[in-house]
């Protein structure tokens, strides 16, 4: 079970740049899932934000992985996976902010709307509880691995949207690491899809020299989809 998991994930990393991880992750469910073991994708909407800054606005963006839940004893489980396709940062940021995440930008002539967006290869563990009334709550840490990152710019000018954007990964450290739980509640019906709500705090300053110390903070709202659970069952009927 662990080989396949560790099989699994290790492919994820190799195929981040194309649509391969997702591929291998609906080839193995059908081989991966039992009673001990649920696999599946796991996708929905996230909001984050970047602390430190003057802004305080969510940026809001897509994220797609698949998740390993592992039986460990009675109600608890072991909740993990990876995130390979997960954007977030923050939104209308002021001038200051502008030029906190990008120092080299050093003239700010062009108003308009600023926004961070960073993307991320996240894999978080977690313990997590699975009450009776099929109500679970979880608990743990996640690591992520930063991929890229543009400091983006929009104006509309003549009822044209004027867009561009910045590379500034250099700017920011390439790991993260923070604390993540959430809740939610597992359909009764059908393969028994998930759906819930989990918070991500990041406990290092992302940025490798500021003024602030500016943070991760993350909310997704997500849909856990087994992936062959319900074939499964009807050959054991």
Known sequence: MLKKILFVIFFSFW???GHSQILISIIFGDKLNSEGLEFGLDGGVNFSKITGLESNAYASNLHLGFYF???????????TGVLVKSSQGSSKLTKNDVLNLY?????????????????????????????ENHIYAGLGFQASLLMKARLNYSHAYENIEITSSIDNRDWFKRVDVGLVGGFGYKLRQGNGINLGV????????????????????????????????????KEKK
């Open 15 to 17: 195929g981040y740049t």
């Open 69 to 79: 839940d592992v039986r460990l004893k009675n109600q608890f489980w072991l909740n």
């Open 103 to 131: 120092p080299d930008l050093d003239s700010f002539a062009v108003e308009g709307n600023y926004s961070q967006s960073l993307g991320f290869f996240n894999v978080p563990i977690m313990l997590k509880y699975r009450f």
């Open 198 to 233: 989990k918070y991500y705090a990041g406990l290092i300053d992302i940025t490798k020299s500021s003024n602030s110390v500016n943070r991760n903070n993350v909310i997704y709202v997500k849909v856990d989809i087994p992936i062959g659970k319900d074939n499964q069952k």
